[in-house]
């Protein structure tokens, strides 16, 4: 190999077990007192909070209180309201998915279109919307769609053997079911 294609190999150099494990306690160490630091200051942020309410209380500032639980409240109303809808829609694209039979793949599920799907007063999700919707995926996207296998068999195909009780045997097959027992 010529000489400046050697100079420009890098060289690979190792790391001794000692130095990596002594790199990954100070790692562990650190994230450790990270998480403590967390706490630290979560707890520290509630202790202002409630040292600030106790002042805007005893300068009688009602009205402030007032509005700050308001904003909580509303952020609060707010966020329940975006998992409830996620909830819902969830249960959507489900009763569609098991109306279907499923998808070859999951990421197929964004096919479905959710806003189609009724609710009920009750709560229950409307079968007939479903039945529409899986319908029309199944006219439009009908290689996504997972096909089922098929349980039954052929026309022509021997039947599994099942057992006749006594009383439906001929007495010919008495007799040879006799003489099976006998013998065995």
């Given amino acids: ?15 001794s077990k000692e130095a990596y494990d002594k790199a990954q306690a100070e790692l562990l160490k650190f994230k450790k007192q990270a998480e403590e630091f967390g706490t630290k200051y979560n707890q520290l942020s509630s202790e202002i909070e409630a040292q600030n309410k106790a002042a805007l209380e005893e300068k009688e500032q009602w009205h402030t209180l007032y509005k700050k639980s308001e904003e909580k409240l509303k952020a609060i109303e707010t966020e329940r309201q975006v998992e409830k809808q996620k909830f819902v829609e969830s249960h959507k694209v489900n009763a569609v998915i098991q109306t279907l039979g499923g998808f ?8 479905i279109d959710a806003s189609k799907i009724n609710v009920l007063e009750d709560g229950s999700i409307d079968d007939k ?47 040879q079911a006799r003489r099976l027992a006998l013998t065995k």
Avoid: C, H, Q, W
């Fill in 1 to 15: 190999m010529p000489e400046d294609k050697k100079d420009k190999v890098e060289e690979v150099t190792t790391v």
């Fill in 104 to 111: 070859k793949k999951p990421e197929y599920n964004k096919f």
């Fill in 129 to 175: 919307s479903v039945t529409l919707e899986v319908e029309r995926i199944k006219k439009e996207y009908p290689e996504l769609v997972k096909v089922g296998d098929k349980k039954t068999l052929p026309a022509g195909a021997a039947k599994p053997f099942t057992e006749k009780s006594v009383s439906e045997m001929t007495p010919d097959e008495r007799a």
